[in-house]
């Protein structure tokens, strides 16, 4: 049964820093691809991050680049996005999801709030 198990959202002050986390199962995690999404209330999902397979490449959303980093271990079958620089309009359901043609399997999401 594949799995993806999103953590680490919370509540965090403009400028603070969270970790979330992606652990994935039941399907070979080392040849998919692996992203980040993100959708705000009365927002379209919007791609926020992406890390090929092995990890050798990564992309980001213009709003993120610079503040976001998307890591992955493949030992561990796991995804994360360290966010730093946090700013209110980041608040969001985050999610995470593989990809890999015609496969896509995506986690249930996690909520980040950054409020003062």
């Known amino acids: 049964q594949v799995q993806l198990v999103e953590s680490g959202g919370g509540l965090v002050q403009p400028g603070g820093s969270l970790r979330l986390s992606c652990a994935a199962s039941?399907?070979?995690?080392?040849?998919?691809?692996m992203t980040w999404y993100r959708q705000a209330p009365g927002k379209e999902r919007e791609l926020v991050a992406v890390i090929t397979s092995a990890g050798g490449s990564t992309n980001y959303a213009d709003s993120v680049k610079g503040r976001f980093t998307i890591s992955r271990d493949n030992d561990k079958n796991t995804v994360y996005l360290q966010m730093n620089s946090l700013k209110p309009e980041d608040t969001a359901v985050y999610y995470c999801a593989a990809l890999r043609r015609p496969d896509e399997y995506w986690g249930q999401g996690t909520q980040v709030t950054v409020s003062s």
């Open positions: 039941g399907f070979t995690f080392s040849i998919y691809a």
